[in-house]
């Protein structure tokens, strides 16, 4: 079984409304959306992987992300470790940099776009955040 670690960031701004990406139609869980993020690289910290991952998704640059959350997901085909991490401050504009669609979402709304099951537990972790705030 393929086993993969994956770098996720949940860019927040002011407004507590949160970026997110829709996958490819040819991509695993195809047409979700997704927090931008992905594959930790060999000799890479997860939180190195983020920051890079964000340059090259949505043209930013990530400073002091947060760890938010660690959770390990099983598919049929594969295992997945993802380190979900808080992004609050950055520089540029985030944008579809490969061609993905982009959207800002209040965080308190996330459960009205359609997430891969692994996003689930940290999509109501996030609405319950928004509802406390």
């Avoid at 930790?40 to 997860?46: N, R």
């Amino acid at each position: 079984m393929k086993k993969l670690q994956i770098a996720v960031g949940i860019i927040r701004n002011a407004e507590n409304a949160i970026f997110i990406t829709r996958r490819a139609a040819d991509a695993h869980m195809a047409n979700k959306w997704e927090f931008p993020g992905g594959k930790i690289e060999a000799g890479e910290t997860p939180e190195q992987a983020l920051i890079r991952e964000l340059q090259e998704e949505v043209g930013i640059t990530a400073g002091q992300p947060s760890l938010y959350e660690t959770l390990e997901y099983a598919f049929p085909d594969r295992h997945i470790t993802l380190w979900f991490y808080l992004v609050e401050t950055w520089q540029g504009e985030p944008w579809g940099k490969e061609g993905q669609p982009g959207e800002w979402i209040a965080a308190s709304q996330l459960d009205a776009a359609a997430f891969p099951p692994a996003n689930e537990s940290v999509v109501a972790r996030l609405i319950a955040d928004a509802h406390a705030r």
